[in-house]
């Protein structure tokens, strides 16, 4: 019997996500969003076969939609792994999926990650640095999951990662000590895919720009002289810890909205929307609130809550 190996595979969120201008160069936009690794996951088992064939089996709560042949990103991975040195093995991979698909969790691209991290170490590769702008065109997330760190600030199209490692870039907020009492909002059955939500945010980007424009200039104005008002303040930790995506989802998606002003009713140090949706998440400033919060939101067919 074949030996299986066994990996977790973590979802992430993004604490903030501020999309720039389109690479034509890199056929995508270019990013910067300080991303964290949660402790849901996905699991992985990987059986090296002799016969040279890529088998992807798809289990689990969330395993609906998830493609089992090569439009799944694990098999993209492989192929990408192969197409630079020849392939002597096949691959069994029983993918069960815990995290759900267009969640902007980062469930494929952490399962693409592992792929890839398992196959160099299998073939004795050192994965390097400079490995990560080959990844990233695959999926702007693989390389923040090819990382061992679990907060870091990605920029570029995915590939440069800014490691948190001796506290925290000046201006972020809240405190690295602060993200401990997290809630997830999962809506299950809205499902937005990526492609569409980067057409719609293009759609919207010039009027967002002039909001923006607006506030900044409003707030030099009247806070030149006094950077510790508390609107001034307010304006910095905000900029910082926003997603471009957010105002835009929460328009065409009704329950997330509502979900979300009713989260902010417990004072939350940090909330947002990951990725380009459906899921939230909020940070509290103790366990009580914490648990408050879990009372207050049970779960439902349409929603599920769980700490991490």
Known sequence: MNHITKISSPAKINLSLHIGKYSDEKKKHELQSEMMKISLADEIEIEVTEKKKI????????AKG???????????????F?????????????????IPNGAGLGGGSSNAAEIIKFLHKY????????????????G??????????KIG????????????????????????????????????????????????????RENKKNIVKNIVRDVIKNNAKNNSDEKYQKYQKNI??????QEMIFSYFFDIEKTFEEI??????????????????AFFENEKVQEQVLEKFSETDEMRVLKF
């Not at 998830?66 to 990408?80: G, H, R, S, T």
């Not at 073939?123 to 695959?138: E, G, H, M, R, W």
């Open 55 to 62: 088998q992807i089996i798809v289990k689990g709560e969330y």
């Open 66 to 80: 998830v493609p089992n042949n090569d439009e799944n990103i694990v098999y993209k991975a492989v192929k990408l």
């Open 82 to 98: 192969f197409s630079h040195r020849p392939r002597s093995i096949g691959l069994k991979i029983t993918l069960i999926k815990n």
């Open 123 to 138: 073939y004795s590769v050192p994965l390097k640095s400079s490995d990560y702008k080959i990844y990233a065109d695959l």
């Open 140 to 149: 702007s997330d693989i390389p923040f999951f090819l990382g061992k760190e």
């Open 153 to 204: 600030i990605v920029s570029g199209v995915g590939e440069k990662i800014e490691r948190i490692e001796k506290g925290r870039p000046q201006g972020y907020a809240p405190t690295e000590q602060q993200y401990i009492f997290g809630i997830l909002f999962l809506f299950p059955e809205i499902k937005i895919s990526t492609k569409w939500a980067f057409e719609q945010l293009k759609f919207l």
């Open 240 to 245: 910082k810890n926003i997603n471009n995506f």
């Open 264 to 281: 902010q009713k417990f004072s939350p140090v940090l909330s947002g929307l990951s990725g380009t949706g459906s899921s939230c998440f």
